[in-house]
């Protein structure tokens, strides 16, 4: 049952505006009470997780990579970068994701967003990529998400890429630009792909808008699930080129290969 309360000194609208969306909210619960987002659990609020898939949740924090945000094993201090960032820099400069792309709640809320129709899901997982991501959109100037080609959105209907991104700008209050990248090639799905030909499926497959005033800016390109980098990197690749000045990726979620 929803929980609200009214402060003496409140106007008198404020006070009825607070008491309707308190009885609204009580409605909502009794008509459709509230569900776990990854198993359909009851829970106690709307837009949460139940107690058995919040501990299924393995969260990236630190201590990780500051290039890659890939979780290290044990903290050996501040600003260190991982073998696979050294050896092989992506062309973003920072990445920031949620937790692990696992089996389990992280791989069930990322496929019900993408596949199953659930744009409800791009709030929550929203929410949760504006804390992981708070010292990427400290510094943005714009929130870009990854574009599908037209024909696929056409198929598909709905870019989870781009509803996450929404999400992100209204927590954090950055402009969101979902226009300033183009994908202006068709390419399969990386399903299956190696990273070498990750890789090659994506090459080109990106522009910036000509139109879109990048040059100088720092954005935030943002993404469901980070795998191989190679979609990542060919985005970032064409932003820069576009004129940005930095790009970083902010994803809900991201494969870890364990060293």
Same mark, same amino acid.
């Given at each position: ?11 008198? &609208? ?71 960032? !050294?050896? #092989? ?13 696992? #089996? ?6 990322? &496929? ?36 599908? &080609? ?17 999400? !992100? ?91």
């Amino acid at each position: 049952m929803a929980v609200f309360q009214l402060s003496a000194g409140a106007w008198p &609208h404020e006070r009825l505006r607070a008491l309707a969306f308190g009885v609204g909210q009580t409605a909502l619960d009794a008509l459709f009470p509230p569900t776990c987002l990854a198993c359909r659990a009851a829970t106690g609020q709307q837009g949460a997780l139940c107690p058995v898939c919040w501990r299924g949740m393995r969260f990236i924090e630190r201590p990780f990579c500051e290039r890659l945000g890939t979780p290290f094993a044990q903290d050996l201090g501040e600003g260190l970068l991982s073998p696979q960032a !050294i050896a #092989d820099p992506p062309v973003f400069r920072r990445a920031r994701a949620v937790a692990r792309f696992e #089996d389990g709640p992280a791989r069930r809320l990322a &496929h019900r967003l993408k596949y199953s129709d659930r744009g409800d899901l791009a709030r929550p997982l929203g929410a949760w990529m504006a804390r992981a991501g708070a010292e990427l959109l400290a510094d943005a100037d714009a929130i870009v998400p990854v574009p599908l &080609h037209p024909l696929r959105l056409w198929r598909r209907r709905f870019n989870q890429a781009a509803a996450l991104a929404a999400a !992100i700008a209204a927590k954090s209050g950055k402009r969101f630009e979902p226009r300033w990248l183009e994908r202006v090639k068709p390419t399969r799905s990386q399903v299956g792909l190696t990273r070498e030909q990750r890789a090659q499926n994506v090459q080109g497959a990106f522009r910036a808008a000509p139109d879109a005033p990048l040059r100088g800016l720092r954005v935030v390109l943002v993404d469901d699930v980070l795998t191989s980098g190679a979609t990542a990197n060919a985005a970032s690749r064409a932003l820069l080129r576009g004129g940005a000045a930095e790009v970083d990726l902010l994803v809900f979620a991201r494969v870890v290969t364990e060293a």
